[in-house]
């Protein structure tokens, strides 16, 4: 198991969603079902193949990586007599490099539904 610091991860480490996002496109079919009698309306249905998503998923995004022991140092509690080394701790804060940060924002909401909040 490697262990790594929070402020330290990398694309590396992670899954790529967008990769995710493009085998499951790879893998699913759309089709559209018609009424022979043109009585119901036609629909649009897409199929997918479950099995060969999870092997290339498997293959690409998983086979291959450990787990990771992440590590939080800036958020570690620490008791009330030690306040001085709180403020020390915040005032050292980082900041998560840009890759990191967009990847794990993209996965909660857009930027559309952020303005609307």
């Not at 929070?6 to 995710?20: E, K």
């Not at 570690?76 to 306040?83: Q, R």
Request: net charge positive; hydrophobic share 35%.
């Amino acid at each position: 198991m490697q262990s790594v610091n929070f402020f330290d991860l990398s694309i590396n480490h992670i899954v790529n969603t967008s990769l995710l996002m493009s085998i499951i496109k790879k893998h699913c079919k759309p089709f559209i079902c018609y009424d022979a009698n043109n009585v119901l309306p036609s629909k649009l249905y897409i199929v997918f193949d479950a099995q060969r998503i999870e092997q290339e998923i498997s293959s690409k995004c998983v086979y291959g990586r450990t787990r990771i022991n992440v590590r939080y140092p800036n958020f570690e509690f620490v008791g009330n007599n030690k306040m001085l080394q709180l403020v020390q701790l915040i005032e050292n804060q980082q900041s998560l490099n840009y890759e990191v940060w967009h990847t794990f924002n993209e996965q909660f909401e857009s930027n559309q539904q952020r303005k609307k909040a």
